[in-house]
């Protein structure tokens, strides 16, 4: 469905006719009846001295691109824009609603009480968590005996090597929720899904501690931007 842009007024929003007021619009109409520049301009709230709310909404999303590239955006980089009338308040309200979204895509993806049994069930739910991190995240997923998700955990924020993951973090958490088995999961940053020399290193590596201590690594997802790369798949975890 095609959405039109709203008339462009010269006067403060709280002036416009009340069907063009992107709250008055939403409350009447419904939050899919508006555009992007209006919706954004609900959660910036205000304008600046020289521009409505809307116009600060459009002239975000034209200097980061798209809506897509707007959401992988930092507070920081957002703020390097320099657009006048978007301090770090809103910059932090933007990023935190996008983060938001985020959390509510990965709750919708994630299946209730439902056994993990493929990649793909499992990648649904932490690729809308990891995909856009500008830093590496290596997380560890924790499986009870009917390959059903008890809980999860960040083991190491930063460039992963060999040093800065170790099996004891990942199994002492495994021990502790008694779990059965383990997914271990990082991003990319680069987008680049395809696994480095490093990665198979602590993938064999957590695999042999886990047959070790009889819990399994079922599985190590590289996640890039909207894929992934499963170790399982390629047949290089048994």
Not at 116 to 132: G, N, R, V
Not at 134 to 158: C, P, Q, R
Request: hydrophobic letters at 40%; a neutral charge.
């Amino acid at each position: 469905m095609e959405i039109n842009e709203p008339v462009r007024y010269q006067l403060p929003i709280n002036q416009w006719p009340e069907s063009d007021q992107p709250r008055e619009k939403l409350i009447k109409y419904g939050s899919f009846k508006l555009t992007d520049s209006e919706l954004l301009a609900i959660i910036l709230r205000t304008g600046s001295d020289s521009m409505s709310a809307i116009d600060l909404a459009r002239t975000l999303l034209q200097k980061a691109g798209s809506l897509d590239k707007l959401a992988r955006l930092s507070v920081e980089e957002i703020l390097e824009m320099k657009i006048r009338g978007i301090g770090k308040t809103k910059a932090v309200t933007v990023c935190a609603t996008v983060q938001l979204a985020r959390r509510l895509h990965s709750d919708i993806s994630k299946p209730e009480r439902t056994a993990i049994t493929t990649s793909e069930q499992i990648a649904s739910i932490y690729i809308p968590k990891l995909q856009d991190l500008k830093k590496e995240i290596f997380m560890a997923v924790y499986l009870d005996s009917g390959n059903m998700i008890i809980n999860d955990s960040i083991i190491s924020e930063g460039t992963i090597n060999g040093t800065s993951v170790t099996p004891r973090e990942v199994f002492f958490d495994a021990i502790k929720f008694l779990a059965a088995s383990v997914v271990i999961i990082h991003n990319h940053p680069s987008g680049n899904i395809r696994p480095s020399r490093e990665d198979k290193i602590i993938t064999k590596k957590m695999v042999d501690a886990g047959k070790n201590m009889c819990i399994n690594v079922i599985d190590h997802l590289i996640i890039g931007h909207n894929s992934y790369y499963s170790f399982a798949d390629a047949g290089l975890i048994d």
